[in-house]
């Protein structure tokens, strides 16, 4: 499976943004998250969908400001993004796991197919 995101941009701070990641094929069986990295840190959860349930987790920084979808018809995950601040500033990759367990579904080692990023700058 390759994905591709898009979406990314420059933005001012309390503004949306709306990312989407294309799969080449299906990942209906895949637990699909998206992960955030800026410079000089780590690459950090930002928000996933749990394959069995389709139930989403967030990270605490992005609660009821992101929200994660999916369309297994498109193979296409989305990531919709409001309230942006200043420290939402990194480039955003989608990731796709079709064996991740539950309890590691936050941890970005675990996944197997990422997309190449995508620069989202948040101006405040």
């Known amino acids: 499976v390759q994905l591709q995101a898009f979406g990314g941009g420059l933005v001012q701070a309390g503004g949306s943004l709306s990312l989407h990641c294309a799969a080449s094929?299906?990942?209906?069986?895949?637990?699909v998250g998206w992960f955030r990295q800026a410079p000089g840190k780590e690459r950090e959860f930002v928000a996933a969908m749990w394959r069995n349930t389709g139930r989403k987790y967030y990270a605490d920084s992005v609660k009821e400001r992101f929200t994660i979808t999916r369309d297994n018809a498109k193979n296409t995950v989305y990531l919709q993004m409001n309230s942006l601040k200043a420290e939402d500033t990194a480039v955003y990759y989608c990731?796709?796991?079709?064996?991740?367990?539950?309890?590691?579904?936050?941890?970005?080692?675990?996944?197997?197919?990422w997309g190449q990023g995508t620069q989202v700058t948040v101006s405040s």
């Open positions: 094929g299906s990942f209906s069986g895949s637990t």
């Open positions: 990731a796709a796991c079709p064996t991740c367990i539950f309890s590691t579904l936050k941890n970005f080692q675990q996944y197997h197919y």
